[in-house]
């Protein structure tokens, strides 16, 4: 599976962006995740989708400003963010795998990830 991850880019605090992850395979029936890597900081959970719609889950430190969807006819996976902060600068992955759901919110619980795409939000 790749992932093709696009859509970052420098926004002024307040501020909104799309992101978009298209797959190379059907992702209609797997797990699809957001992570995202601060400089000098570890990767961290963003937000999930569940297999076949089943459900969203958030990072507290999102929830209410980040929406994300997916539209499994063009294998793609979504990361609406809005009211940016500067906090949120850092580089976004999308990531697959046979997720499981005690391992949803874990680096190690994937095993396909995208190369990344760098949102960068200016006070």
């Known amino acids: 599976v790749q992932l093709q991850a696009s859509g970052g880019g420098l926004v002024q605090a307040g501020g909104s962006l799309r992101l978009s992850c298209v797959a190379s395979?059907?992702?209609?029936?797997?797990?699809m995740g957001w992570f995202r890597q601060a400089p000098g900081k570890e990767r961290e959970f963003v937000a999930a989708?569940?297999?076949?719609?089943?459900?969203?889950f958030y990072s507290d430190s999102v929830k209410g400003r980040f929406t994300i969807s997916r539209d499994n006819a063009k294998n793609t996976v979504y990361l609406q963010m809005n009211s940016l902060k500067p906090e949120d600068t850092a580089v976004y992955y999308c990531?697959?795998?046979?997720?499981?759901?005690?391992?949803?919110?874990?680096?190690?619980?994937?095993?396909?990830w995208g190369q990344g795409t760098l949102v960068t939000v200016s006070s």
């Open positions: 990531a697959t795998g046979p997720v499981i759901l005690s391992q949803l919110r874990s680096v190690t619980g994937y095993h396909y």
């Open positions: 395979g059907r992702i209609s029936s797997v797990v």
């Open positions: 989708t569940g297999r076949n719609g089943a459900g969203t």
